[in-house]
């Protein structure tokens, strides 16, 4: 409708390989991923083509080592061009976030000799990952996850279900967390489950409100049979691997947020000021002036936490706090500027042919994965005021 183009976000980079790195995401974004994102998310439509684009792009493991196809980024700069992927599709966005979270098992943990045969073909070589954390019966509560990993000689055998799983039925392989031991935190295990292991199966994916391009789905293993050189550290020490994981990946997750909050933003800047009633622009009117004046302050907020927390990463600090903090931060904040955007665009707005109605259905889902904004807050205030009470 309106002729206003949105005006690129003015990052502060590090260098200007960063620049130029930025630059090449949002060529991709507009060239390869933006004039289909529309269609292809009313179709339920998985783009696997764009993401073997960004693999060879080296865009799928940016902030992991060159040496086994990475792209030697800090987190501050991965974490802008992850914004700029969530800000055109967010099944992009956030299917790049989950594939670099089911790569950090293996990068952090595992060994050598494993880094050295899996890792070139995970963030280099065309495939897509899943983590398989949350269960039917436990998602907030992951340490009292069911799926069993049995020794049996120098192989596991795995059994169970787990549930809500990006990627679920898709991936190429799948980083495991399942009870080799006893109950509680330390007896789980993390595992790399390749996707076509015999016994893995996956259900229909989920019917859901948003994100209708990005399948999620429950998986199963039944009996599904590994090489001990497929578990990822130690026996016991899985679930401090998921944690060490979540604190990453809840940046990713605010990072997403802050893109689809900066997406819904430009769409209401360009109609507010293309949009006459009363024989002038509507963006003449204070009332919706403030409007926009807030949620560009809330952007540029959460964009400025999530990137403290990240540049604490970087610097090999402590970041657990600062990464709940953002992901509760962020994630609210496009849901109220989505919401906001709706009701800028009015009547326009609550149809399908303007996209702020899609921003707003999938700001909901990003409330709630990698926990919901209540587990984040829990996480915050055991940071203040330390453990709660037994």
């Given at each position: 409708?309106?002729?206003?183009?949105?005006?690129?976000?003015?990052?502060?980079?590090?260098?200007?390989?960063?620049?130029?790195l930025?630059?090449l995401?949002?060529d991709?974004?507009?060239?390869?991923?933006?004039?289909?994102?529309?269609?292809?998310?009313d179709?339920?439509?998985?783009?696997?083509?764009?993401?073997?684009?960004?693999?060879?792009?080296?865009?799928?493991?940016?902030?992991?080592d060159?040496?086994y196809?990475?792209?030697?980024?800090?987190?501050?700069?991965?974490?802008q061009?992850l914004?700029?992927?969530a800000?055109?599709?967010?099944?992009i966005?956030l299917?790049v976030?989950?594939?670099?979270?089911?790569?950090?098992?293996?990068?952090?943990?595992?060994?050598?000799?494993?880094?050295?045969?899996?890792?070139?073909?995970?963030l280099?070589?065309?495939?897509?990952?899943a983590?398989?954390?949350?269960?039917p019966?436990?998602?907030?509560?992951?340490?009292?996850?069911?799926?069993?990993?049995?020794?049996?000689?120098?192989?596991?055998?795995?059994?169970?279900?787990?549930a809500w799983?990006?990627?679920?039925g898709?991936?190429?392989?799948?980083?495991?967390?399942?009870?080799?031991?006893?109950?509680?935190?330390?007896?789980?295990?993390?595992?790399?489950?390749?996707?076509?292991?015999?016994?893995?199966?996956?259900?229909?994916?989920?019917?859901?409100?948003?994100?209708?391009?990005?399948?999620?789905?429950?998986?199963?293993?039944?009996?599904?049979?590994?090489?001990?050189?497929?578990?990822?550290?130690?026996?016991?020490q899985?679930?401090?691997?998921?944690?060490?994981?979540l604190?990453?990946?809840?940046l990713?997750?605010a990072?997403?947020?802050?893109?689809?909050?900066?997406?819904?933003?430009?769409e209401?800047?360009?109609?507010?000021t293309?949009?006459?009633?009363?024989g002038?622009?509507i963006?003449?009117?204070?009332?919706?002036?403030?409007?926009?004046?807030?949620?560009?302050?809330?952007?540029e907020a959460?964009?400025?936490l999530?990137?403290?927390?990240a540049?604490?990463?970087?610097a090999?600090?402590?970041?657990?706090?600062?990464?709940?903090?953002?992901?509760?931060?962020?994630?609210?904040?496009?849901?109220?500027?989505?919401?906001d955007?709706?009701?800028v665009?009015g009547?326009?707005?609550?149809?399908?042919d303007?996209?702020?109605?899609?921003?707003m259905?999938?700001a909901?889902?990003?409330?709630i994965?990698e926990?919901?904004?209540?587990?984040?807050?829990?996480?915050i205030?055991?940071?203040?005021?330390?453990?709660?009470?037994?």
């Amino acid at each position: 409708m309106p002729d206003r183009a949105p005006q690129p976000v003015d990052r502060q980079l590090p260098t200007d390989e960063a620049r130029d790195l930025i630059s090449l995401v949002r060529d991709i974004a507009q060239r390869e991923i933006a004039p289909q994102a529309a269609e292809q998310e009313d179709a339920g439509h998985f783009p696997r083509d764009v993401f073997r684009l960004l693999s060879e792009s080296g865009l799928l493991g940016l902030p992991y080592d060159s040496g086994y196809g990475g792209g030697d980024q800090p987190y501050e700069v991965y974490l802008q061009a992850l914004e700029e992927l969530a800000a055109t599709r967010l099944t992009i966005g956030l299917g790049v976030s989950v594939h670099s979270l089911a790569c950090h098992a293996l990068a952090n943990y595992g060994t050598k000799e494993q880094q050295a045969e899996h890792l070139p073909a995970m963030l280099g070589g065309g495939l897509l990952g899943a983590y398989c954390l949350s269960e039917p019966s436990s998602g907030s509560d992951a340490a009292s996850l069911r799926t069993k990993a049995v020794r049996d000689g120098d192989d596991w055998v795995i059994t169970g279900t787990k549930a809500w799983i990006t990627h679920g039925g898709i991936a190429d392989f799948y980083t495991v967390l399942a009870r080799s031991g006893a109950e509680g935190a330390r007896g789980i295990t993390a595992f790399l489950v390749p996707g076509d292991a015999e016994g893995l199966s996956a259900a229909p994916p989920e019917k859901k409100m948003g994100m209708k391009g990005s399948p999620t789905a429950q998986v199963s293993f039944d009996g599904v049979r590994i090489s001990d050189d497929r578990r990822i550290g130690d026996e016991g020490q899985g679930f401090a691997i998921a944690l060490s994981a979540l604190d990453s990946g809840r940046l990713g997750i605010a990072a997403c947020a802050i893109g689809v909050a900066q997406a819904a933003l430009d769409e209401a800047l360009a109609y507010a000021t293309g949009r006459l009633q009363f024989g002038r622009p509507i963006s003449d009117f204070q009332g919706l002036r403030f409007m926009l004046a807030d949620m560009a302050t809330q952007i540029e907020a959460g964009r400025a936490l999530y990137l403290a927390a990240a540049r604490l990463r970087d610097a090999g600090r402590p970041f657990s706090k600062q990464a709940a903090m953002a992901k509760l931060l962020c994630t609210d904040t496009a849901m109220k500027v989505t919401t906001d955007a709706v009701q800028v665009l009015g009547g326009y707005g609550y149809t399908a042919d303007f996209p702020v109605e899609r921003y707003m259905r999938e700001a909901k889902v990003l409330q709630i994965v990698e926990g919901t904004n209540q587990i984040q807050r829990m996480v915050i205030a055991r940071h203040l005021a330390g453990p709660e009470s037994r």
